[in-house]
């Protein structure tokens, strides 16, 4: 998705310059930046992986190096290396690969580039997802904290001369931030108590300047603990997973429709832990990641207006159910466009969702306790 660049000497993130060049693949286009340009899309990719446990289930700070080819061959690595501890979540590279951000368990943000570890444990907010701009010069950190203790959007600034990460003041303050999402030249935002917003919105929709323009609360309670949130490719819709275990409410995806200046709740669908969500990149279908469920479900766009959303089940595995699937990255550009590396209990799942969802089944990362993936992205 293509986020605002935020100018160094501007608080808004409102100031992309995207141009017009594109690649073979209908990606979206290139924009300005010392970072910007992915390259070869149909090239090797690097896929880092962490590895949060040792040998005896004790705490661990490892991490590899793996490749996923052009044909679509993942090749993971016997070398390791010590970088910070992640349990989860996903790694974000800067679009032309060079650098990658990792959020990690203490909110630290681990620094990798080209093959170094960079900054072990960056920072001292509480970091659990990143945002990157499509410069490479900038990216958004998201502290899921309350506002008094550090809670909101912070800017990151990418150097261009080094791999230097600077952290800048907060940018937007919020209660329990999930994610950030551009919708044209706004924003959406999940989380609470943002911009002024009333004590029941769980969603807002923002200007470029952070002003409120339109709010909901997409689940019609407190109780949600959001895991993941998407953007349909048609902007229309957005969906809010809910993964709380102890709300006596079932977990669930809400779905909200996504105005001008205007956010609609329309449903709610009844989804066992959806730890992650993806959307394919030629149609709004979306893959479930269903971490107790040890399963994929798939969400495909309905014509109802009050129920756009239809969970069609799980795909067909190869090889087997996935083992508490957690975490996610997708390919988004060149011939491997859809392909979704999820991480599970004994390695990393190859899905490609790219007319229909297909599993390829699981590359294994070893087998004993040491080798349970946690945290994982692959370069653009």
Not at 101 to 111: E, F, K, R, S
Not at 118 to 147: Q, R
Not at 275 to 281: E, H, K, S, T
Not at 354 to 369: F, I, R, T, Y
């Amino acid at each position: 998705m293509l986020l605002p660049l935020l100018l160094a000497c501007d608080p808004a993130p409102n100031d992309s310059k995207i141009q017009g060049q594109t690649d073979d693949t209908g990606a979206p286009p290139i924009a300005d930046g010392c970072r910007a340009d992915p390259g070869d899309p149909n090239k090797d990719r690097e896929v880092l992986v962490s590895f949060p446990y040792d040998e005896a289930g004790d705490q661990t700070d490892q991490w590899a190096a793996w490749k996923l080819a052009g044909d679509g061959t993942l090749t993971t690595a016997q070398s390791r290396f010590s970088m910070g501890r992640a349990t989860g979540g996903q790694v974000v590279f800067t679009p032309d690969g060079s650098m990658a951000l990792a959020p990690q368990a203490d909110g630290t943000i681990g620094v990798y580039a080209e093959g170094t570890v960079v900054d072990a444990a960056l920072g001292d907010i509480y970091v659990e997802h990143i945002v990157m701009d499509p410069s490479g010069e900038k990216a958004w950190a998201i502290d899921g904290n309350w506002p008094d203790n550090g809670g909101g959007i912070y800017p990151l600034t990418i150097a261009c001369d080094s791999p230097t990460v600077t952290i800048e003041e907060r940018w937007i303050a919020a209660k329990l931030p999930a994610a950030l999402i551009p919708v044209g030249e706004n924003w959406l935002v999940v989380g609470r108590e943002v911009a002024g917003s009333g004590r029941d919105a769980d969603v807002v929709l923002l200007d470029t300047n952070g002003a409120l323009l339109a709010e909901a609360d997409a689940f019609g309670d407190n109780e949600a603990f959001v895991s993941a949130a998407v953007l349909s490719r048609d902007g229309r819709y957005l969906l809010i997973a809910d993964i709380s275990e102890f709300s006596g409410v079932p977990t669930r995806v809400a779905v909200v429709e996504v105005g001008e200046n205007a956010l609609t709740p329309v449903q709610i669908l009844d989804i066992e832990d959806p730890m992650g969500l993806f959307v394919a990149p030629d149609d709004d279908r979306v893959v479930v990641l269903s971490g107790y469920g040890d399963a994929l479900f798939v969400l495909e766009r309905t014509d109802k207006d009050d129920a756009p959303f239809a969970d069609r089940g799980e795909p067909t595995y190869l090889g087997g159910r996935p083992q508490l699937p957690g975490a996610g990255a997708l390919v988004e550009r060149g011939a491997l466009k859809g392909m979704l590396l999820l991480t599970e209990v004994e390695g990393v799942r190859q899905v490609l969702i790219q007319g229909g969802v297909e599993d390829w089944g699981l590359v294994g990362s070893g087998g004993g306790l040491q080798d349970i993936p946690g945290a994982i992205g692959v370069a653009p």
